[in-house]
């Protein structure tokens, strides 16, 4: 009897797990991910503006940085889209944060294009923006901008006073670098609300990370690949 009963359980283990995977890939593969980038459901500006917004993720953002990124699957003949198709998506994209934004701090990286939104009226920047090198797709940055953007991302419930400031990131930063990439140093640095974020290398750029302004905990960005060039750009 107890065999039975340990025999059913365990297949209703099985058809739960098996259930909440298949729930999980229909959420991972939805259609939403394509040429006209951000959609409804991902964080960026539509969060900030709509009091109703819809937290849950398609394809579009977390499935780009999961799938596109993290797993690197290419047909043989893909090929990038250009840096000038890269900057207008973003100058479109950055509309969706208002009138007075523009885009700066234009790079390239072997899996997406990267840039930071810029508030012209106050001369802050706001947000970091990227487009995927070969679909095109252009999303708000995950990760820090994502969890830790007091204006744009999940860090606008941050209550309290920050706990560092520029300098006081950077020294975190730096320390951190010994380890993780001993003879690098910080060659560029963008504060974030709520956060810093410091691009780094030997003798060149190499990679980026940020700095929690609140905790100090550093998140390298990981999702870029390898480090092309810059291109200074005014929107």
Do not use: C
């Not at 340990?6 to 099985?14: A, F, K, S, T």
């Not at 040429?35 to 109703?52: A, E, I, L, T």
């Not at 320390?175 to 290398?201: C, K, N, R, V």
Request: hydrophobic share 35%; charged share 15%; net charge negative.
């Amino acid at each position: 009897m107890a065999d039975n009963k340990n025999i059913i359980i365990g297949l209703l283990v099985v058809v739960i797990i098996l259930l909440a995977f298949l729930a999980f890939r229909s959420m991972m593969y939805s259609p939403v991910y394509n040429q006209n980038g951000y959609q409804s459901g991902q964080m960026g500006p539509g969060m900030m503006n709509n009091p109703g917004y819809n937290y849950s993720y398609g394809y579009g953002m977390m499935g780009n940085m999961m799938m596109g990124n993290m797993m690197a699957l290419y047909y043989p003949e893909s090929k990038p889209i250009t840096q000038d198709v890269a900057l207008k998506n973003m100058e479109s994209f950055a509309r969706q944060y208002g009138s007075n934004i523009e885009v700066e701090d234009f790079m390239a990286f072997s899996s997406n294009y990267y840039a930071v939104m810029k508030d012209t009226a106050s001369g802050q920047d706001i947000a970091e923006i990227l487009v995927d090198r070969y679909s095109g797709s252009t999303y708000p940055e995950p990760g820090p901008n994502m969890m830790w953007n007091t204006r744009y991302g999940a860090g606008r419930m941050q209550a309290g006073s920050s706990g560092y400031d520029l300098a006081g990131a950077k020294k975190l930063a730096e320390d951190f670098l010994t380890g993780y990439l001993p003879g690098a140093q910080i060659q560029e640095s963008h504060e974030m609300p709520g956060y810093y974020t410091f691009d780094f290398g030997r003798n060149e750029t190499e990679g980026m990370l940020s700095v929690n302004a609140y905790s100090g905990q550093i998140w390298v960005h990981t999702w870029h690949g390898f480090y092309l060039g810059e291109m200074k750009v005014t929107s």
